[in-house]
């Protein structure tokens, strides 16, 4: 069921396709370049999912995935509660659990942290979003209800890490 419910989640969160390089915590791709914190490789893989820059899913089918993304065209100037709501897109019976603005690479970010149904499976959703440099970046971590704990230093690392670099 977690592999499953990967598929799923990823699919409903992310949205576009893009080709990207990736080399030390280094994303880059044709209209942006930037790094994100570092993942263990002994507990999580990269996987290549077509609608995302970055996946990240744990080792030994948890259900775990922390994805990241940047979109620098067609985005209008949404508000970072509109963004995060886009990510919500697909999911059913959300539950808000709460948001708070931080500073992320110098700019305002949201952090949300929902409790929602994708095809009736409960799971726990944390989501950051920031724009800078005219891109919407945003980071997701999805993780079966009950576990999400366990790995957020691991996400919070991944977002924290982060910093941007408009391309030339």
């Known amino acids: 069921m977690p592999r499953l419910l990967l598929t799923f989640v990823l699919s409903a969160l992310l949205a576009g396709c893009h080709r990207a390089t990736f080399e030390d915590s280094v994303l880059q791709k044709s209209d942006v370049k930037y790094r994100v914190g570092p993942l263990s490789n002994d507990v999580w893989e990269r996987r290549g999912f077509a609608d995302n820059d970055l996946a990240f899913v744990e080792r030994g089918d948890t259900g775990r995935v922390i994805?990241?993304?940047?979109?620098?065209?067609?985005?209008?100037?949404?508000?970072?509660?509109?963004?995060?709501?886009?990510?919500?897109?697909?999911?059913?019976?959300?539950?808000?659990?709460?948001?708070?603005?931080?500073?992320?690479?110098?700019?305002?970010?949201?952090?949300?942290?929902?409790?929602?149904?994708?095809?009736?499976?409960?799971?726990?959703?944390?989501?950051?979003?920031?724009?800078?440099?005219?891109?919407?970046?945003?980071?997701?971590?999805?993780?079966?209800?009950?576990?999400?704990?366990?790995?957020?230093?691991?996400?919070?690392?991944?977002?924290q890490g982060f910093h941007a670099e408009r391309q030339r």
Do not use: W
Request: net charge negative; charged share 25%; with cysteine.
């Open 67 to 159: 994805a990241t993304n940047a979109t620098c065209k067609d985005h209008d100037d949404p508000s970072l509660q509109v963004l995060t709501k886009h990510l919500l897109m697909g999911f059913t019976e959300r539950q808000d659990l709460g948001q708070r603005t931080f500073t992320l690479d110098g700019r305002e970010a949201l952090r949300s942290r929902y409790v929602a149904k994708l095809d009736g499976v409960p799971i726990s959703l944390e989501l950051v979003v920031v724009k800078k440099d005219n891109c919407v970046f945003d980071f997701s971590y999805v993780a079966p209800v009950g576990t999400a704990e366990q790995r957020m230093a691991d996400f919070e690392g991944l977002f």
